[in-house]
């Protein structure tokens, strides 16, 4: 494969689209597969066509399987079609996905903007993209597929038709007349056959502009979170997002574990990384030594003597036979375990660092050979 692009692409298989669908259909995934990439991003942004589409899907598969490896007969009925149709018929799923799409990505837009003043400016002015939302959103669907068309007219429908919110107020009704007629210009006036194929780019390209695509389309979320959104307290009181991030970046444990950052960053300035390194894995206790000295009530400077002692001790007065009662004896053998398993750890740490100290000590008492004289 050259780095151009699919130069001899790979025939797509079925089995693997109904793979890719069942289990990350939702997101687009056997679209991507088959590369119909703005049938994928319309399904990662509304899940699956808002689940509706994905289920729908279970019988169109082959189809688009065929159409992807430009199947002889699928390609042979499609310029028959095209034949025998001037341009795509109408089709109530496209026009259906059309308006979904299209009212989603335009609500999303709107809540977007953020409703008070931010910084000392208004944002307000921004709600002018709400009819390029929308009308994007009927664009893209419009050109899945072998269909294809102009984003000039559904923008002009959408720009003239969202002069209506300033005569009627309700949002659902502005809005829904808004989207409708930028589908219904689109399939009118755009609409047209795409008789040469999409050129084939190559596959890191093609993530590319998805990524490109997609981190705008999140932004919008996280914009519409932070804006709208509320959280809920202890009290049960709800309190805006962005107010709360502000109190966030104030609050005693932020700034604590700001401060944490900073000296650790200083120490490792001073004593390097690895250092920082070995202090972690220090602290996260991965042999269980911290825990087992708490168990047995010891500190580290504790010897082999004292911490046989203590399990000798802890050990017959935490003896599950001394427990009559049923009920208390699951707990009394559990926490005998427990000093058992410490007192193994310490055991084991014990013999384990004397003998390296041992060896340790052998290597620098080894005499080092003397060079013979020439």
Known sequence: MSAKGDSVPKSKSVIWAYVLWLFGGIFGVHHFYLRRDRHAFVWWTTLGGFGIGWLGEIFRIPRYVRDANEDPDHMKELMARMAQNKKPPFSMNRFTGMLMVGYSWGQMMMYAVPPDELWGINFRYLNHLIPLAAALGVWTVGNIGREKGSLKWPLVAAYVSYRIRYYIYDETIWFTLMVLAAALVFDTFSKEWRKPPEKKRHVIKRVAILSVCACLYLSLWVSYLYFHGNITDSDGNEVP????????????????????????????QHHGWYEVWKQIIELSDPHGEQNAYKVLGLGPEASQQEITSRWRRLSRENHPDKVKEESLRRAAQERFMEIQQAYEILSNSKHRRNRRNKKDNSDKQQPTPKHEEM
């Not at 962005?242 to 000296?263: I, N, T, V």
């Open 241 to 268: 997002i962005y107010e709360a991030l502000e109190h966030f970046f104030s609050s005693p444990w932020w700034l604590d574990a700001k401060q944490c950052l900073y000296d650790t960053y200083r120490y490792a």
